[in-house]
């Protein structure tokens, strides 16, 4: 995740934009926007590491003096990282927020960055700091805070104590409070170079990367998810066709996040291929011909709701197979549709 004894940035097409924010710097905190999937935890996870190396000599960080080690095994005193606990989950950062194994009820991981825990932050950043160079707090991504918990942060975003230094993420800064993004010098992280996220892949062991790449948008970390997964190209070129016979088997065991992300992308290759241009997900003979339009952006705003309350404690079988019969829909003759299937989920709200 970070700059190893090798040297060797975590992800090569990090290389480039981790040394322009290293000599352009000029704020104490910066905000990093980034798509999901490029690499934006890696990049400011490295950014401060660059920041706390003890390394005199060469380029930062190095990867190989006391304070690399202390950031790579993420013991380092003076970095904190504030991330949402469902997030921590899934990484394998540590506790899940449990309350023990004897406990009766036991909360959902939460996907926000409490208030608490950011003035928690706060008072862990005006401490002095333990190694004598400077802190850093990570806060991984930004939009995870609601309206009290970036509130609490303007201030020592605007004046932090010492040298104390912040670094933001997140995948859209619009999403944020104008006030914070205002306290902040931005950077872009450009999309990587398809030739060097292919080679990439390749070398984590991925087959099939250009497909699970362009199933991916773009976005390696995504498509390494998903051969994760088990996903192959062979299994994603049939997703089309599974869905347009109405066979929900195909996503079965889905988390329903990730089902209806999957949905969304064949219905905007479906909705573009109806229209005349070209798909961007899935290859254009693995869709099926004669889907409607208007039926597919019906779908469109379906999927639009699930992702909406997709934190709703639904049977996630019955609700991945709703969606998919909705979606059969589309590619059926519209005298074939009657009113049960148009909208299959109208309880989700508008």
């Keep these: 995740m970070v700059v190893g004894e090798d040297g060797r940035v975590p992800l090569p097409w990090l290389q480039v934009p981790l040394r322009d924010a290293l000599a352009q710097q000029r704020s104490h905190a910066l905000l990093v926007q980034a798509a999901p999937g490029f690499g934006a935890l890696e990049f400011i996870a490295t950014l401060a590491q660059a920041w706390l190396c003890e390394d005199t000599a060469g380029p930062r960080p190095c990867g190989r003096c006391g304070s690399c080690h202390l950031v790579r095994s993420r013991t380092h005193p003076d970095l904190r ?57 990570l806060l991984h991504p930004a939009e995870a805070m609601n309206l009290q918990a970036a509130s609490a942060l303007l201030k020592t975003l605007e004046e932090p104590p010492g040298q104390a230094r912040l670094l933001l993420s997140t995948r859209d800064a619009a999403l944020l409070l104008p006030t914070l993004r205002s306290r902040c010098q931005h950077i872009a992280l450009p999309k990587p170079d398809r030739e060097d996220a292919i080679l990439w892949l390749g070398e984590q062991g991925v087959a099939d990367a250009p497909a699970l790449l362009a199933a991916a948008g773009g976005a390696p970390l995504a498509a390494l998810a998903m051969s994760a997964a088990g996903i192959d190209a062979a299994a994603w070129a049939a997703l089309p066709r599974a869905v347009a016979h109405g066979r929900a088997a195909s996503l079965a065991g889905w ?96």
């Design 81 to 137: 990282v504030l991330m949402p606990e469902a997030l921590r989950v899934s990484l394998g950062w540590g506790d899940t927020g449990d309350e023990g194994e004897g406990s009766r009820t036991k909360k959902k991981p939460s996907r926000q960055i409490r208030i608490d825990e950011v003035r928690s932050a706060i008072d862990w950043v005006v401490q002095s700091s333990s190694r004598g160079r400077a802190k850093v707090m």
């Design 255 to 350: 988390p329903v996040a990730q089902a209806v992300e999957v949905l969304h992308k064949l219905c905007h290759d479906a909705m573009v291929r109806a229209a005349g241009g070209q798909p961007r997900y899935f290859a254009p003979a693995s869709l099926p011909d004669g889907a409607d339009l208007g039926r597919l952006a019906a779908w469109a705003r379906t999927l639009g709701r699930a992702a909406r309350h997709d934190e709703h404690p639904w049977n996630e079988a019955l609700l991945v197979e709703a969606l998919v019969a909705e979606g059969r829909t589309c590619w059926q003759e519209a005298t074939t549709r009657g009113p049960s299937a148009r909208r299959p989920l109208g309880t989700l709200g508008r």
